[in-house]
T-cell receptor, first 115, second 111 residues
Framework: NAGVMQNPRHLVRRRGQEARLRCSPMKGHSHVYWYRQLPEEGLKFMVYLQKENIIDESGMPKERFSAEFPKEGPSILRIQQVVRGDSAAYFC?????????????FGQGTRLTVV | DQQVKQNSPSLSVQEGRISILNCDYTNSMFDYFLWYKKYPAEGPTFLISISSIKDKNEDGRFTVFLNKSAKHLSLHIVPSQPGDSAVYFCAAGNAGNMLTFGGGTRLMVKP
């Protein structure tokens, strides 16, 4: 049973380009969480999704950021018109219940660098 | 407004001694607490958890203590080993909600 898979591991974008980060949850998991870790900071919640639904996006910046988790395929975190401040490690986690009371399993992250 | 805080950004401990990592929270609705360990360039991995109905949970060298009245939890590692050197995040959650993480504490265990 493969773990949470994120790709790419490293992504370099120029300012103004779009970044697409992918997350395939563990088999049997239908709940996905995205977190961001800025340099020298902790993990910050961005968005919680179930299949085809955004449950909580309270941590997501209102502009340029969007997330989806379609019925088929991975969850996608999309950042439009990237700026230098978007440079961070983006982690995806999945859980089987979505209740938050069981541990969520994390992927290895995508390190986004905006140049 | 940080609901989960780890006030010590770093901790240095001698191998074989006890490491104590602390975490404070403000939201009394949290009823489940977890510790994650993170190595550089890797995702966090689950370490140990505790439900709010307990005040202690032990797993090998790792013990988590919960003081609900003080809204405080701690992770004890004994004996500490060099391989324990990592960033430790505490997290809190409740049913139907996502996990809220602290800022992390970097533990360095010196041989």
């Amino acid at each position: 049973n493969a773990g949470v898979m994120q790709n790419p591991r490293h992504l370099v974008r120029r300012r103004g380009q779009e970044a697409r980060l992918r997350c395939s949850p563990m088999k049997g998991h239908s709940h996905v969480y995205w977190y961001r870790q800025l340099p020298e900071e902790g993990l910050k919640f961005m968005v919680y999704l179930q299949k085809e639904n955004i449950i909580d996006e309270s941590g997501m910046p209102k502009e340029r950021f969007s997330a989806e988790f379609p019925k088929e395929g991975p969850s996608i975190l999309r950042i439009q018109q990237v700026v230098r401040g978007d440079s961070a490690a983006y982690f995806c986690a999945s859980s089987p219940t979505g209740t938050g009371v069981t541990e969520a399993f994390f992927g290895q992250g995508t390190r986004l660098t905006v140049v | 407004d940080q609901q989960v805080k780890q006030n010590s950004p770093s901790l240095s401990v001698q191998e074989g001694r006890i490491s104590i990592l602390n975490c404070d929270y403000t939201n009394s609705m949290f009823d489940y607490f977890l510790w994650y360990k993170k190595y550089p360039a890797e995702g966090p991995t689950f370490l140990i958890s505790i439900s709010s109905i307990k005040d202690k949970n032990e797993d090998g060298r790792f013990t988590v203590f919960l003081n609900k009245s003080a809204k405080h939890l701690s992770l004890h590692i004994v004996p500490s080993q060099p391989g324990d050197s990592a960033v430790y995040f505490c997290a809190a959650g409740n049913a139907g909600n996502m996990l809220t993480f602290g800022g992390g504490t970097r533990l360095m265990v010196k041989p």
